[in-house]
């Protein structure tokens, strides 16, 4: 578990590092989750080991939420401040991923039915 979270950190590490090299306009972690996924594409499978520390994290994501959550509480004044446009942003964000999502899927299924 250990060598497999050192794994996860390095490959964190790997993106932070390419972003700021090439100020790159999306976050470190995200470089980082691309370059998980090709080296397990050309590994071919999931090590036990990884597969083991990515469910306990799975089970415990919650727990990555509360710092979120606390700094929200800070600037609760602000949040009441710009409520409509907060709201406007989550709202109008879930409703653009369901619908991409619904369009993803059916492209998926036509190519499954095609084939």
Not at 11 to 19: K, N, R, S, Y
Not at 26 to 44: D, E, N, Q, S, T
Not at 72 to 81: A, S, T, V
Not at 89 to 113: D, Q
């Amino acid at each position: 578990m250990v060598l497999a979270l050192a794994a996860l950190v390095v490959f964190q590490l790997a993106g932070e590092i390419i972003v700021r090299l090439f100020t790159l306009p999306v976050p470190g972690p995200v470089v980082g989750l691309v370059f998980l996924y090709v080296a397990l594409a050309f590994h071919g499978s999931v090590p036990d080991g990884l597969r083991t520390t990515g469910n306990v994290l799975l089970q415990n994501l919650m727990l990555f939420l509360v710092p979120a959550t606390t700094g929200l509480m800070m600037h609760f004044r602000r949040l009441g401040d710009e409520w409509l446009p907060i709201l406007l942003a989550a709202v109008g964000g879930t409703a653009v991923t369901m619908a991409l999502t619904a369009v993803a899927l059916r492209l998926f299924l036509a190519r499954r039915r095609g084939s």
